[in-house]
């Protein structure tokens, strides 16, 4: 049984604390019995809206451990909130004097690093909900930001100022810079943190080698700027989505084909707005979503390409879309200020 729902123009999406329908039945016991569509997540209903930003969100993650996810962006405020029971906003964090463009988590949730138009590059500790560094150095706006996997506390940065910036969280000053021509809009460490790759407005994906301090190689293809990209859960695959209209896989292993690209999946749409959409892979790697300037959230199935989800609700711009580590629920996050969780199937 098919239990998508097909992606109608104004489809309306049930607000927060909407409850699957009960139908009680009389009766021996007058059990309840629920309705509609067989629920796939511990959410509270299969589609949550959270509402308290007070402009566009950019950026907004689940954390590593699935209880909780934050969100950032026009309004310069980190806002965190419980993806169980009411998803209420329990925690908001202020210290950014310029808008938040992307945010991410540390491996252990313990930390959040985030990346402002006010030129920093910021590390928060989550539990306590403070700011325990502020990274100076970028000249302008810094777009993205990046922690590596394992070992130390690396982050990568990337910024207007054209530069690709090393960096130790637990540290004050930059440990590298990576000189680019152009304005870089998304980095990305790979798997064992010894490359960055950098993508900026002249359209190439950079692989930087840490230890060499230059270009390792370049992955041409996408035909405008490249505005976010993910390691894929297993580190072989870059996926990178672009104002071409298209999202590409690339195949990072070291001694994998120079014809990089194995993927190329289309649908969704960059507009006018020339926001930095984000894009993301499912935990186990068979699906992606991405942001998208036509209001829908896009869900592909990497392995046959199709679209599988296209989802209606939001009333601008799609900025970013991730999937939960352990369930079957994606978040979107919008310039109409709003975030969903939607429950997909498993």
């Known amino acids: 049984m098919d239990l998508k729902r097909r992606a109608m123009e104004g489809a309306i999406v049930p607000a927060k604390r909407a409850k699957t329908d009960m139908v009680v039945h009389s009766g021996k016991g007058n059990q309840l019995v629920e309705s509609g ?15 308290g930003h007070e402009g566009d969100i950019f950026t907004a993650k689940f954390s590593p451990d699935g209880q909780m996810l934050a969100s950032g962006g026009f309004d310069r405020l980190i806002y965190f909130w419980n993806v169980y029971g009411e998803c209420d906003n329990f ?22 690093f985030t990346a402002s138009t006010d030129k920093i590059v910021a590390v928060w500790d989550v539990e306590v909900g403070v700011r325990i560094r502020k990274l100076k150095s970028h000249q302008t706006f810094v777009n993205s930001v990046n922690p590596a996997r394992r070992g130390p506390q ?35 460490f ?11 407005i002249d359209n190439d994906i950079k692989v930087w080698d840490l230890r060499k301090n230059n270009v390792l190689y370049k992955m041409r ?9 993910e390691l894929s859960p297993d580190g072989s695959y870059l996926l990178s989505n672009s104002m071409d ?9 070291p001694f994998a084909p120079q014809e990089r690209c194995v993927k190329i999946l289309q649908g969704h749409q960059h507009t006018f707005e020339k926001n930095l959409l984000h894009c993301s892979w499912s935990a186990d790697g068979s699906k992606v979503g991405a942001g998208s300037g036509d209001r829908f959230v896009y869900v592909w199935d990497t392995t046959t390409r199709r679209v599988l989800y296209k989802l209606p609700g939001h009333a601008g711009s799609v900025n970013e879309v991730d999937f939960h580590p352990f369930e079957p629920i994606v978040l979107s996050c919008s310039s109409d200020k709003k975030i969903y969780l939607g429950e997909i199937e498993p």
């Open 245 to 253: 209209n298209t999202l590409r896989v690339w195949d990072v292993r």
């Open 91 to 112: 925690h908001v964090l202020k210290g950014h004097s310029g808008a938040i463009m992307e945010l991410q988590f540390s491996t252990d949730s313990s930390n959040l």
């Open 154 to 188: 690396l982050l990568c940065s990337g910024s207007d100022d054209g530069t690709i910036k090393l960096w130790d969280a637990r540290k004050k000053g930059v440990i590298q810079t990576f000189q680019n021509t152009y304005q870089v809009t998304s980095t990305c």
């Open 37 to 51: 569509p067989a629920r796939t997540s511990n959410l509270t209903a299969p589609i949550m809206l959270l509402t």
């Open 221 to 229: 293809g996408h035909l405008d700027t490249p505005t976010g990209m």
């Open 190 to 200: 790979n798997d064992t943190a010894e490359q960055i790759f950098s993508a900026g």
